[in-house]
């Protein structure tokens, strides 16, 4: 059984309401009382980093986003923290295998068969 009171744990619960844009490692860091290179340090201790907790949260994030309605890439880059919309638009083909707009066709589609089943 895992522990839900591990270090990854409690960085993923402070990450999950936290403005994207306007919190960093350091921040964390500070809020739990110890210095970033022993964040780092423990994180890396647990196979796992900063980047690849805010990396989860950026995915949750944009597809429950998109699940409830569809925005254009650089809204949802700048909810999600990216300075630049073409950094999400990368990591959201790492997340899915596709292009946004790829997605948004498949999304469309998926919409349309329900509707016309419906009748």
């Known amino acids: 059984m895992a522990k839900r ?22 921040d964390i860091a500070r809020r739990l009382g110890m210095s970033p290179s022993t964040l780092r340090r423990r994180l890396r201790a647990e196979h796992t980093s900063y980047q690849e907790l805010l990396d989860s ?13 569809w925005l254009p890439g650089k809204c949802i880059a700048g909810q999600l923290g990216y300075r630049q919309p073409n950094s999400f638009y990368r990591a959201f083909g790492k997340w899915t295998g596709m292009t946004y707009t790829q997605y948004k066709k498949i999304q469309q589609g998926v919409s349309v068969e329900r509707t016309q089943r419906l009748y």
Do not use: F, G, S, W
């Open 57 to 69: 949260v950026r995915r949750y994030r944009c597809e429950k986003t998109l699940a409830q309605r």
């Open 5 to 26: 009171n591990t270090l990854r744990h409690r960085v993923l619960r402070m990450l999950l309401p936290a403005e994207l844009d306007q919190i960093h490692a350091t």
